[in-house]
Structure formats: structure tokens, C-alpha cells
């Protein structure tokens, strides 16, 4: 499982609040995702990290910020979480020294109300 | 950007039969993988295999990078294959675009 850990696992919150999702891995991997998978949409990407502080926008950024202090650590925040922002939300990660296989976490369910 | 379809997009099959699934993409792309997500959300690797072919057990995956297409085969198929299935692709950079997915049943 590449040693990917999301916490939390279900989260129900109001619109208007904010939300912080975090990704934790264990290995070292160079580059972290997060993705959103919605019921007729597939998974698509958030943003993704390609080292400590380098971060980039994906295909469906608006409304979230992420940052990336260490390199086992990924945060996807919500600054004023939205019902259209209800979702699973995927962390992954690739990039070792043998291959860029990308690898996911359990993810996480949030529900905004 | 680069686009990825799959077909069929809903499969059900009896258990013990065979199964291949096809990925088409594009453009070129640097890499390819294959996920099942299970019943449980969970998405779990199957094959990294941007050329060539692999086997793995009841499953092998064979890419053609030059013809763009990619096919997952499952053989004597069992209820515990029933999920979807994910292409992944990444074409320059390390951002992966996925395909819709194939959804297959497998009844007993």
C-alpha cells in the first residue's frame, strides 16, 4: 500500500467552514496527489506536490489550496467548503528511485451540508 | 490535453468466463497503469506498463504505446474481480490522466 495513510477517513461539515484534509507517507515518495471522484466524473486531479513547497494546479482547483512543509506530508484545505465540494477525496503518490508508479491512499469521504 | 477512453464501459460476466478490457488514448504517454477499484472504494495497482506485456496470476495487461492502446485481460473470472476498472496514463510531467473506467460484474 506504499504506506499512504488519510486521516480523516469521514468528515460531515457545514458550508462556509473550512476543512483541512491530510495525506501522510512513509516512503519517500518525490511527487503527491490529491484527487476528487465524483459519481459520472472519474477521479480528477486537485493538485499535485513535486517536492517540499512545490506545488501545482490540476484540471479542478478552485476552491482548494494544498501546501507541503515535509516530504511525508500533503494538505489539501477546503477555506470555505462547499455542498459541490462533497466528494471522496484520493491522496496518491509516486516517485521512487526504481519507478514513478503511483500509488493510493484509503481515501476520504467528506460530506458538506 | 490528452484524452483516454475505455470500453466496454459496463461488463457482466458469469464466474469463470474471460474478459478484455481496452484503454485508448491520444498521444503518446510516458507511462501507463491499470487499477481495480473494488466494492469498498478501494483502488488498488494492477500493472505499470507503458509498453510491453505483463502477467500477473489470472491477469495480464499488454500496451501497444505505438498503436496507443492498452488491453487487461482477466481470465476465469471470479466474484471477487467485480469492480472498475481504471487506465491511468501521464504524458510528459508525472500528472496521470484516467480514463471513466469499466464497471464489471461478476455473478456466481
Known amino acids: 500500500d506504499a504506506g499512504i495513510t488519510q486521516s480523516p477517513r469521514h468528515k460531515v461539515t457545514e458550508t462556509g467552514t473550512p476543512v483541512t484534509l491530510r495525506c501522510h507517507q512513509t516512503?519517500?515518495?518525490?511527487?503527491m496527489y490529491w484527487y476528487r471522484q465524483d459519481p459520472g466524473h472519474g477521479l480528477r486531479l486537485i493538485h499535485y506536490?513535486?517536492?517540499?513547497?512545490?506545488?501545482d494546479k490540476g484540471e479542478v482547483s478552485d476552491g482548494y489550496s494544498v501546501s507541503r512543509s515535509k516530504t511525508e506530508d500533503f494538505l489539501l484545505t477546503l477555506e470555505s467548503a462547499t455542498s459541490s465540494q462533497t466528494s471522496v477525496y484520493f491522496c496518491?503518490?509516486?516517485?521512487?528511485?526504481?519507478?514513478?508508479?503511483?500509488?493510493f491512499g484509503p481515501g476520504t469521504r467528506l460530506t458538506v451540508t | 490535453g490528452i484524452q483516454v477512453e475505455q470500453s466496454p464501459p459496463d461488463l457482466i460476466l458469469q464466474e469463470g468466463a474471460n474478459s478484455t478490457l481496452r484503454c485508448n488514448f491520444s498521444?503518446?504517454?510516458?507511462?501507463l497503469q491499470w487499477f481495480h477499484q473494488n466494492p469498498w472504494g478501494q483502488l488498488i495497482n494492477l500493472f505499470y506498463?507503458?509498453?510491453g506485456t505483463k502477467q500477473n496470476g489470472r491477469l495480464s495487461a499488454t500496451t501497444v504505446a505505438t498503436e496507443r492502446y492498452s488491453l487487461l485481460y482477466i481470465s476465469s473470472s471470479q466474484t471477487t474481480d467485480s469492480g472498475v476498472y481504471f487506465c491511468?496514463?501521464?504524458?510528459?510531467?508525472?500528472?496521470?490522466?484516467f480514463g471513466p473506467g469499466t464497471r464489471l460484474s461478476v455473478l456466481p
Open positions: 496518491a503518490v509516486s516517485g521512487t528511485d526504481e519507478t514513478y508508479e503511483q500509488y
Open positions: 516512503e519517500n515518495h518525490r511527487y
Open positions: 506536490s513535486y517536492g517540499v513547497k512545490d506545488t
Open positions: 498521444d503518446s504517454v510516458n507511462n
Open positions: 506498463i507503458p509498453s
Open positions: 491511468a496514463v501521464v504524458r510528459g510531467g508525472q500528472n496521470f490522466v
